[in-house]
């Protein structure tokens, strides 16, 4: 799956997630970092919206692969798309 693909993915769970919860949705770049620019964005949200990505790729996506070698603050909407697509690569091989 191209990595574009992916971005569109996980940028739009991350937003419907948000406003589902009332939250103000601001623009959202591969550089947004969800802890620090994303009022509310916690760790339990993280994971909320990875259960959303899991089932639009249909592939299980297990946090401590997908948060392998990176603390929760520093995770970018980048360096999260690259290692989902990593882990979706690997399960198709």
Sequence with gaps: MPKLDI???VIACIQENMEL?????????????????LCG?????TLEVLIGIEER?????PPDKVF???KYEDMTIS???TSIQK??????S
């Design 87 to 92: 882990i979706k690569q690997e399960s198709m």
């Design 57 to 61: 790729l249909e592939c299980e996506l």
């Design 41 to 45: 964005f916690d760790s339990l949200r």
């Design 79 to 81: 360096s999260l798309v």
């Design 7 to 9: 971005e569109q993915i």
């Design 21 to 37: 919860s009332c939250e103000e949705v601001p623009t959202i770049t591969m550089n947004t970092n969800p802890a620090n620019d």
């Design 68 to 70: 392998s070698g990176m």
